[in-house]
């Protein structure tokens, strides 16, 4: 209203103006225009940082009519308006500014040599200078020429960071300080706390910190080494020295970075167990010069380490990449890990002829894990003429391999194949300065070269020819118009009598399918579509039934092979699956009697029914009145220990992706477990059940209720009263989504209880006014009512050494305000981040280039958002902090046991359309919802298309001990998307929102 009110005057106002004073302010404005124009076409073509309206201060969204243009940067986030980005927030990309080599301080020019540098640095990506401030004791700060004063406003101009580089035992003179003195290393630390203190500083660097056997540190060795050997005594007293040294920088100014500058090795795996595998005569920072970088890196005596590695990739002793890789697996989990690379080397001959040995150097670096990068001096990189600088800074700006030089397919992986796929999707990367022409036309890229886009195919062969630089590939690919894709079981199985079994067809949509074994035929039902791209029209459902198999008898009965028909129109379609046998009766894995001693500290009495016993941490649980592996989120989950009596027989459902058959067993209380989360045995369990409840304590970050429980009986939890949109919806997918969040109560339903007895004493309880017992049948259900509507954060439950239960319910956090860009701090606040995927095993989605997969990317961008978060505060917890491979169910016992107050899984999405793009995040219990859309609401602002929150099953969504969520940031297999996600800038603006919508959330819930 204000806007409009505000536009209406100055429209009234100019009305007013006399006509030569129009044509003024309408020339004026012209030009305003113009210059407006040219700085948002400079900005999207790379020359500023951002992309910015610089009289609205807001991003300028709208797409040019070729959208390829808008990525020839990749600087193509949407920066918010608020957004001051810390330059060493991004991935620091550092040069180091040196008295003696980029300027002179004992020259007349030495302002106008740091201008020069400087704007090298700014021009060609730097983000970073490193002024060394003292070294061989000669000082840049203070006195008449106080270079670091002017080095730090003229960098601030340009927003360029400056971290200060201090020799630490530098005396003057050639005069070195003593490790052993009290008195110096109390002078060194009130230097340094005043440089601190004094100059705009965004970090510190400890450097010359070596000391040597003999001198004058060996005199206090003998009066007070205590016997420890001297090797022992100088690593000792150095390690407090720089611990002490450290914390009082911090203390003197608590915004600055500190951290060390080590040398490329720690020791050599011939001198120290662990260390690098090397038999080169090299300098070893433990061994020469009593220095354990490493324990102080992981004891957290610095925030960040800089290695300086003098060596190339093809160095015969001691490469490049080892070097990476061992510091990447030594500290890359513990702190900020950079690489100085020796530019000084280049083009000396040798390992160092080649004008692409620095960007092989990155290249070799453990992918995108590093923080960040520097070179030893900016002079040196402004000299070469080798090209290694152009290709360095062109490597990092992009975040990837070098640029692509020939023609590459990540989506099509043979000349010759036949799809049963009407529509084809071609990824992947070509020579942006040739032309790429596919049966003749020219194929639309963008500037880096990636391309992607579907081809609809016909019946038979078709062809495709890819012309580039003088070469062709051909494809032919035969598509036929199969009506049966795939069924399961496609495997022969032994099966026990009576078990009731699921078969599965793959088949083309609007068929009708049945399936026939042993005689009984029976109609397959189409369930809905799984896939949540909803970019393209989908070819093939699956279609399912259930067979219940006879009961056993004496000898194994042979039913035969399922036989599969379906029929779409005029078409018919026929296939055989796997041939099903009835076991005989008594060939089962299951003991049949003897003493049974639970793992989980159960003695139950042998008896003649089978008993389920969970083994797995937590046992999910799912319907026991249908065949399927659907989660619900109505559904709790059972903990270690729980035992309930449970069918004879095995539930089997096939999935007709991968033939692979999983089993169930139902249990007596009314649910569905997996067969791989239980021990099952014949015994007699009590018939009856009795809860008291113990107590009831407000800790640090939960609500703790402990009870007594006669035996480990089944239960299950419930948020009430809420609506989902359609839960139960025939031959579809259940949509538990929720358009508001209207639960005002939490019930824990234990099963067979007859007695439930206990004070429910909540007073100044975070999440809970008051509780009631209530007899509901054979059970009793504990309700526990909400402070407020909607408001609940997370349950988990556990068995504890004595075999008590206990149930952790997630406080809400409490965050405080500050004067930063985002308003808040986090400190106390837990976040559990989880790059999807990763390691070999499990790279993801890979889009036109195949170095930057899923893995790798959802890593990145993690890490932006650990830097920003911990920055504010918080406490971070990574479920992996390399591109490793983790499992599903490793990553969710992860949460169980740190149990933190937020969970984010970070993806990027892939589809079968080309054309699908943008940002979504997908969330499970109806609690994570609000987190959910606190999150979405930022972070789709740093995308092109909004694509929802969405209710899914994802595995990591289903953790149930706080607000768990997956988001998909972006899609692999969009070449416009690919090239966004791959860029700092993106990354960067991606993870100041999404820490935005964290702070919304938590403001929320205050």
């Known amino acids: ?225 205590s016997g420890m050997g001297l090797d022992a005594y100088l690593r000792d007293r150095l390690a407090k020295a720089v611990e002490k040294i450290a914390g009082s920088a911090k203390e003197a100014n608590g915004g600055i970075t500190v951290g060390i500058t080590a040398d490329a090795v720690w020791a050599t795996e011939k001198k120290v167990k662990g260390g690098i595998e090397s038999d080169a005569e090299v300098f070893e920072a433990l061994t020469d010069g009593h220095a354990d970088t490493v324990m102080w890196l992981n004891k957290g005596y610095a925030d960040c380490v800089f290695v300086s590695i003098p060596y190339s990739t093809r160095d015969s002793s001691v490469p490049f990449g080892e070097v990476a890789e061992w510091w990447t697996k030594m500290v890359g989990a513990t702190t900020r890990l950079n690489f100085t690379l020796a530019a000084y080397n280049v083009g000396s001959g040798e390992t160092w002829d080649s004008p692409t040995q620095l960007a092989d150097q990155l290249s070799s670096v453990p992918v995108l894990t590093a923080s960040g990068y520097a070179f030893d001096s900016i002079s040196s990189l402004e000299k070469d003429t080798t090209g290694n600088a152009k290709n360095a800074t062109r490597y990092l700006s992009e975040h990837e391999a070098m640029g692509v030089k020939g023609l590459s397919f990540t989506s099509v992986y043979s000349n010759k194949f036949t799809t049963y796929s009407k529509v084809l999707s071609f990824t992947g990367a070509s020579d942006p300065d040739y032309a790429l022409k596919m049966n003749g036309k020219e194929v639309k890229r963008t500037a880096r070269g990636y391309f992607s886009f579907n081809e609809t195919l016909k019946n038979g062969e078709n062809t495709f020819v890819f012309e580039h630089k003088g070469k062709t590939r051909t494809f032919n690919i035969t598509y036929e118009a199969v009506i049966i894709k795939r069924v399961a079981p496609r495997a022969d199985q032994k099966l026990g009598g009576g078990s009731i079994i699921s078969v599965s067809v793959t088949a083309r949509n609007g068929s009708a399918v049945t399936a026939t074994l042993g005689g009984t035929t029976i109609t397959l039902n189409r369930i809905g579509s799984e896939n949540n791209d909803t970019a393209i029209k989908q070819e093939f459902f699956d279609y399912t039934g259930v067979f219940t198999l006879p009961e056993a008898v004496n000898s194994a009965q042979d039913l035969g092979a399922i036989e599969f028909k379906a029929v779409c129109r005029s078409l018919s379609d026929s296939a055989t699956g796997g041939r099903i046998t009835v076991r005989a009766k008594g060939d089962t894995s299951v003991s049949s009697g003897g003493s049974y001693q639970s793992g989980y500290g159960i003695q139950v009495d042998v008896g003649t029914r089978y008993v389920a016993e969970v083994i797995s941490p937590q046992a999910q649980t799912l319907d026991g009145d249908l065949i399927d592996e659907r989660s619900r989120p109505t559904n709790a989950y059972l903990p270690a220990g729980t035992v309930d009596y449970c069918d004879e027989n095995e539930i089997v459902y096939y999935s007709p992706y991968n033939d692979e058959n999983t089993s169930f067993r139902k249990l007596d209380y009314g649910k569905r477990v997996y067969s791989d989360a239980v021990s099952v045995f014949k015994a ?323």
């Open 684 to 1006: 007699t369990l009590p018939e009856t059940n009795s809860i008291t409840l113990k107590s009831t304590e407000i800790k640090d970050r939960h609500t703790v209720m402990t009870f007594d429980t006669q035996w480990k009986a089944p239960f299950n939890v419930t948020l009430a009263p809420q609506d989902y949109a359609n839960p139960y919806a025939p031959n579809a997918m259940p949509d538990y989504s929720v358009s508001d969040v209207t639960y005002e109560y939490i019930d824990i339903e234990f099963c067979y209880a007859v007695s439930a007895q206990g004070k429910i004493s909540l007073n100044g309880n975070p999440v809970f006014k008051n509780g009631e017992w209530i007899k509901n049948g054979n059970n009793f259900v504990l309700r526990l009512y909400l402070k407020k509507a909607g408001s609940f954060y997370g349950w988990t439950a556990q068995y504890n050494e004595k075999n008590q239960l206990e149930f952790y319910f997630l406080n809400p956090a409490k965050i405080t305000t500050a004067p930063n860009n985002y308003g808040y701090r986090l400190d106390g606040v837990v976040i559990m981040l989880d790059p999807g995927h990763g390691g070999e095993e499990d790279p993801g989605a890979v889009g036109s280039n195949t170095v930057n997969t899923e893995a790798v990317l959802n890593l990145y961008l993690t890490k932006k958002i650990q830097r920003e978060l911990e920055n504010l505060g918080a406490t971070v917890v990574l479920t992996r902090s390399t591109n490793e491979t983790v499992y599903l169910v490793e990553r969710s016992a992860m949460a169980n046991e740190v149990k933190p107050d937020l969970f984010i899984s970070i993806h990027r999405n892939a589809s079968t359309s080309t054309s699908a793009e943008g940002y979504s995040n997908y969330y499970f219990h109806p609690f994570s919802k609000p987190f959910a859309q606190a999150i979405y609401d930022r972070t789709v602002k740093a995308f092109y298309y909004e694509r929802r929150v969405n209710y899914y099953p994802f595995h990591v969504a289903r953790i149930s001990c706080c607000p768990s969520i997956l988001t998909e940031n972006g899609f692999m297999s969009n070449a416009l998307d690919f090239a966004r996600i791959q860029t700092d800038s993106h990354n960067e603006i991606n993870a100041y929102y999404t820490v935005q919508g964290i702070i919304d959330y938590f403001a929320a819930i205050q």
């Open 1 to 225: 209203m204000f806007k409009r009110h505000m536009k209406s005057k100055l429209i009234n106002w100019f009305l007013q103006l006399s006509r030569p004073k129009k044509t003024l302010f309408s020339v004026l404005a012209v030009t305003l225009a113009a210059a407006i124009i040219a700085v948002s076409t400079l900005a999207v073509f790379g020359q500023f940082g951002n992309a910015v309206d610089i009289i609205s201060g807001k991003y300028l969204p709208e797409k040019t009519d070729d959208p390829y243009i808008s990525v020839n940067s990749g600087n193509t986030g949407k920066v918010p308006a608020d957004m001051e980005i810390d330059p060493v927030g991004a991935t620091l990309l550092a040069g180091y500014l040196k008295n003696g080599a980029d300027y002179h301080l004992d020259a007349d020019g030495w302002k106008a040599e740091i201008d020069k540098a400087l704007a090298y640095a700014a021009k060609n990506g730097l983000n970073t200078v490193i002024v060394p401030l003292n070294e061989n004791g000669n000082k840049i700060y203070g006195g008449e020429n106080d270079a670091l004063a002017y080095i730090t406003k003229a960098a601030s101009k340009k927003s360029i960071a400056v971290y200060g580089e201090y020799s630490l035992l530098a005396k003057g003179n050639k005069a070195r300080y003593l490790i052993s003195s009290d008195e110096d290393i109390s002078a060194i630390s009130n230097e340094i706390d005043s440089i601190v203190s004094s100059y705009s500083l965004s970090g510190l660097l400890l450097n010359d910190y070596y000391t040597v056997n003999g001198g004058a540190d060996y005199a206090a060795y003998i009066n007070g080494g």
